[in-house]
């Protein structure tokens, strides 16, 4: 990993006492967060007992840190130097993989209701945008903000349009929505200010469930076109609606 | 969402009055962050593992948060409990006869006590613990109520009149056994009728603040470059108060707006307990236990971690001063606090030792 020159660690500051954040970019980087993705899996699997938390993120990673069971004065230092050393491995292992997860998604019935204005902006058909989102291979950069929430890369950059100017109080559990270079999939509801495409019937979030998050970082995601009857077929078996 | 409900059990708590927002919080549920599960549990931990060290419990056994109007509960069996942190009076009552107890203190209810809880003069919010404690399912390791998503606690909210609560099958029993161990020790029982019965001293938590102006260590946050020589000057010398519209997710503070240097956008990052962001309206916002594992806001300051059960302890209306640390230094305040605090603890356990 040391040897490839865009991933590369920028700083390493304090979030408050409990946690470390390691920045590796300022910007959204593929490669940079699928090392990120493997530093995380790295740290991760060395089951330290002062860490509590790895959170991988677009282009950065948190290290929640249990104080009480460590004596040291610089958890910055900690933390630099386990990224150092985690770095120095021949070869990240990478978590095992995945199968890639299928979303089905219904654009029609107003669930899009900015699929007009998206094809306006970019100069595309809204039977072309659908299409650009069809064919877009996602990868989950991050979870977060609420449970189960992804923030996926690999939008078709001819779909890429800025956030919206006042954001909407409250979007539908399942809204699925673009903006810029990335696309969410909101797990409740939620206030948001991206442009929505569809919704999805599935749940993303279930702590019942042996995997609670439909998304996990670095998965592989593709979504897939239903119809409104399948949406509700799948959205009465999924107790979404 | 919604957790199972828990049935294996008579309930033996039930909720005659909810409180403005009582929910069941423990340590909180860590190793989860990577998927957006924020860790909750109690916002003063400090309270709240002192409620359980003062009955005999474990630290991460669940207990009840309250929050300004508490609620009023009925044991249906013998139960030991104690409540630490806000300075409520606790008025206990079984058929004709009524006491008026006081917090940070164990306490034998009798069978059929009713239990209520009015405002505390001082204070926010108080942990009410049980011997053996609530018996709620564990959902990803912790029994926390998480309410912004729907689980953990008490089917995945804040009480509601009507509730029934299950306390473990052994309450009764270890609510007798320890008490019978507080006796033995000659620790200053006194029997109160017959509904109640606790003792003369009480050990009280310390994030209680006394000050008009209460003081809030904070580390730099790493957006500071982001903002205006002013606005970094305003944030540190000025007094805020905390806004009416503050909850477990956030404390919105009033005070000068805080004015960006470069209206730049901030990648969405991991966030932590007591980071500082500044949204687009200037008005800084201190994250507390409930709140979103990621944003987008640029972070001015990051409390440090042993202030954040005093400030947990503030109501709207209050006011703080925020005043700049080192990392080193917030890492030995959350020492001394540590140690101060088990130093209670052990003193306790010392008391219920077989």
Redesign the interface.
Known sequence: MGSQPAFRVRSVVPLGDTAVLVEFADQLDPTVNAGIQRLANAIGRRKLPWIRDVVPAIASIAVHINIGITDESDTVEMVRSLVEVCLGDKALPSRAPRPSIVVPVCYDDGFGMDLQEIAERTGLSVDDVVRRHLGSDFRVLMVGFVPGHPYLGGLDPKLAVPRRNAPRLRMPAGTVAIANAQCVVYPYEIPGGWNVVGRTPLRLFDAARPRPSLFEPADEVRFERIVRAQFDQIAKREGTQ | ?S??PSTRHPPQVSVERAGVQTTIQDCGR????????V?AGAMDMESMLLANALVGNAPDTATLEMALQGPTLRFACEALIAVAGASYSIRAARGQTVNMMASNRPILLAAGTQVAFDHAPDGARAYLAVAGGFDVPS??GSRCT?V??G??GHAGRALKKGDQLALLPQASSLARTRFDSLRKRNSGVVDYASAVTTVRWSVRPSSLSEDEVTLVRF?NG?HRALFTAQALQAFESSTYRISPDSNRMGYRMIGPRLERASTRDV?????????VQVPADGSPIVLMADH????GYA?IA?????DIPRLAQLRPGQQVRFVPCS??Q??????AA?IALATKTQALAWLYEA
Do not use: C
Request: glycine share 10%; hydrophobic share 45%.
């Open positions: 969402m957790a199972r860590f190793g989860y962050q990577h998927l957006g599960v860790p959902i990803l998480y912004p998503a689980f953990g580390i790493r990648l969405s990052e991991p966030t932590n307990l007591g980071t979103q594992t990621t944003g972070k990051e409390v440090a971690s042993a990392l080193a917030a890492l030995a305040l959350a020492r540590r």
